[in-house]
């Protein structure tokens, strides 16, 4: 399995940044993914998942109606569009299989929002 998360950066809060997740090694169409993320001294959080097929299975209330999970089983790719960022969506953000934050998972992609 081989997860690389690219799309991370600075950005002012109320900005608006994309996340890719580009999968291998593994059967991705089959898979539910999920994005997550861990701030600086926190523990893991799982932020969205999505099944198999398309549909979106759990975003959590924090991000709900700014952060949008999708997936392009044709280009292995994942996503996470994240809109509306606040100082607190600081953290460095992956992808991994299965729901929740315990499967395989990449090295991840910074996000900071600051002013």
């Known amino acids: 399995v081989q997860l690389v998360e690219s799309g991370g950066g600075l950005v002012q809060p109320g900005g608006s940044l994309r996340l890719s997740c580009a999968a291998s090694g593994f059967s991705f169409s089959t898979y539910a993914m999920s994005w997550a993320r861990q701030a600086p001294g926190k523990g893991p959080e799982w932020v969205a998942g999505?099944?198999?097929?398309?549909?979106?299975?759990y975003e959590a209330a924090a991000v709900k109606g700014r952060f949008t999970i999708s997936r392009d089983n044709a280009r292995n790719t994942l996503y996470l569009q994240m809109n509306s960022l606040k100082p607190e969506d600081t953290a460095l953000y992956y992808c991994?299989?299965?729901?929740?934050?315990?499967?395989?998972r990449g090295q991840g992609t910074q996000v900071t929002v600051s002013s």
């Open positions: 999505i099944y198999s097929d398309g549909e979106v299975a």
């Open positions: 991994a299989t299965r729901m929740g934050t315990n499967g395989d």
